[in-house]
């Protein structure tokens, strides 16, 4: 199994940036995907999720009606759209599919914001 990020790089404040990830020999629809970011010296944290279980999708609060994730069943493929991206988004960004007993991760996609 392999999950490959892609359409990460510079921005400036206020611009956007839409990351993709791509799976082989995994269905993303069968797990809970999520994009995670990790800025340099602090902790993974994660930034939005879809449920596998019901659909629902979860946001952490610093991103909320600035970034949206979405799944597209039929390419098989995760995204995440970023709107009016600031400074503090500066990360690498990582894709994760998730179900009981095992999980996945990409190498990370480097997202810049600055001028």
């Not at 400036?12 to 970011?37: D, H, I």
């Not at 946001?59 to 597209?72: A, E, L, P, Q």
């Not at 599919?97 to 991760?105: L, S």
Request: aromatic content about 8%; charged content about 20%; overall charge positive.
């Amino acid at each position: 199994v392999q999950l490959v990020e892609s359409g990460g790089g510079l921005v400036q404040p206020g611009g956007s940036l839409r990351l993709s990830c791509a799976a082989s020999e995994l269905t993303f629809s069968s797990y809970t995907v999520s994009w995670n970011r990790q800025a340099p010296g602090k902790e993974r944290e994660l930034v939005a999720g879809i449920s596998s279980v019901d659909g629902s999708i979860y946001y952490v609060d610093s991103v909320k009606g600035r970034f949206t994730i979405s799944r597209d069943d039929a390419k098989n493929t995760v995204s995440l759209q970023m709107n009016s991206l600031k400074p503090e988004d500066t990360a690498v960004y990582y894709c994760k599919a998730a179900r009981i007993g095992r999980h996945y991760w990409g190498q990370g996609t480097q997202v810049t914001v600055s001028s």
